[in-house]
């Protein structure tokens, strides 16, 4: 069993997965996530500033929801969050499109069997070498 300290309140707690946050403070979380999810129904347009304002919650961690597909921006809203691989604006996740189909064919290309190369003959073939058959 592993115990760690809590990083939101500093308590002990016997760590299994997920964040480093006691079972308390992991409920306190979601209750806030909760919230921001209710404030964002409501307010479809509000920035990451804003709701962090409203909600006394870090933009950090808003980001954070975003980048797990917990939360995202509406199609219509003009805000969003950057492709952690090219900075093009997406509204959910961590990146675009394009940047996740490249990704995708280069893992794929990656893990395609490779054919075998064709054993070369050590023998050299020649006019000489090769089969002759008499006329009759």
Same mark, same amino acid.
């Given at each position: 069993m592993d115990v760690r300290n809590c990083r939101g309140c500093g308590r002990l707690f016997?760590?299994?997965?997920?964040?480093?946050?006691?079972?308390?403070? =992991?409920?306190?979380?979601e209750e806030k996530f909760s919230q921001v999810k209710d404030y964002l129904e409501d307010n479809p347009h509000a920035t990451i500033p804003e709701i962090a304002k409203d909600n006394e919650v870090s933009t950090r961690q808003i980001e954070q929801w975003v980048r797990e597909e917990r939360l995202y921006f509406s199609d219509d809203s003009p805000y969003g969050i950057g492709c952690e691989r090219c900075g093009k604006i997406i509204k959910t996740g961590r990146f675009c499109d394009s940047c996740r189909n490249d =990704?995708?064919?280069?893992?794929?290309?990656?893990?395609q069997k490779k054919e075998a190369p064709k054993p070369k003959s050590s023998r050299v073939t020649s006019e000489r070498d090769k089969m002759r058959y008499l006329d009759r």
């Open positions: 016997n760590y299994l997965q997920g964040p480093h946050l006691c079972p308390a403070c =992991m409920q306190k979380l =990704m995708a064919n280069t893992f794929q290309n990656a893990y």
